[in-house]
């Protein structure tokens, strides 16, 4: 095996590995988002994210844009339990 074999597997690796951390970022990314700003369904956005990046990437920028949406938290009424 020459030195440029060795270094082929190397880069094929490398690649490899890389492409595996990329594909794991982009899932947690929508959760970790909602989370750090407190939304209100901040589960539903994580499980959004690797579903949508599992099953199809088209609609995973849906779950980034879910992840900044503030949606108001339900008002509490006082006659209201």
């Keep these: 095996m020459s030195f440029l074999d060795v270094f082929a597997w190397f880069i094929l690796v490398f ?7 990329i594909f ?8 970790h988002i ?14 959004a994210g690797w579903v ?3 099953c199809g990437f088209v609609l995973w920028p849906l779950s980034l844009i879910w992840a900044f ?8 009424r006082e006659g209201a339990p």
């Design 34 to 47: 909602a989370k750090s700003r407190n939304h209100p369904w901040a589960t539903a956005v994580e499980v």
């Design 52 to 54: 949508t990046l599992i």
């Design 24 to 31: 794991a970022a982009m899932g947690m990314a929508p959760g």
């Design 15 to 21: 690649l490899a590995v890389f492409a595996v951390a």
């Design 69 to 76: 949406v503030d949606a108001p938290a339900p008002s509490r």
